[in-house]
């Protein structure tokens, strides 16, 4: 069964990083975008970034030039290097991707559980 574990959220002061990390594991086939979205209390979840299995990616405009997304296909993981936090920034954060199972002849879309990511003012 396939699935996504986020890790690396917490708490931090305003202007510091935080690096998120987001592994698949199951049986897969082979793996699309992936991507990572938020949801702050009492809003929608939102786009944050999102990168192709090829590496071209895209950012939110409200995370431009302070977050980065990467992966490492190998691995079978997604990174969001997070700098400059705001308390702006703090949501859940929840990991994204297509994913194609083994012996599928589909792609689905798989969801992490979510991490948490506060940042103080």
């Known amino acids: 069964q396939v699935q996504l574990v986020e890790s690396g959220g917490g708490l931090v002061q305003a202007g510091g990083s935080l690096r998120l990390s987001c592994a698949a594991s199951g049986s897969i086939r082979s793996i699309n975008a992936m991507g990572w979205y938020r949801r702050a209390p009492g809003k929608q979840r939102e786009l944050v970034s999102t990168?192709?299995?090829?590496?071209?990616?895209n950012y939110a405009e409200s995370v431009k030039g302070r977050f980065t997304i990467s992966r490492d296909n190998a691995k079978n993981m997604v990174y969001l290097q997070m700098n400059s936090l705001k308390p702006e920034d703090t949501a859940v954060y929840y990991c994204?991707?297509?994913?194609?199972?083994?012996?599928?002849?589909?792609?689905?879309?798989?969801w992490g559980q979510g991490t948490q990511v506060t940042v103080a003012s």
């Open positions: 990168i192709t299995s090829a590496g071209s990616t």
């Open positions: 994204n991707a297509l994913i194609r199972p083994s012996l599928s002849r589909n792609t689905y879309d798989y």
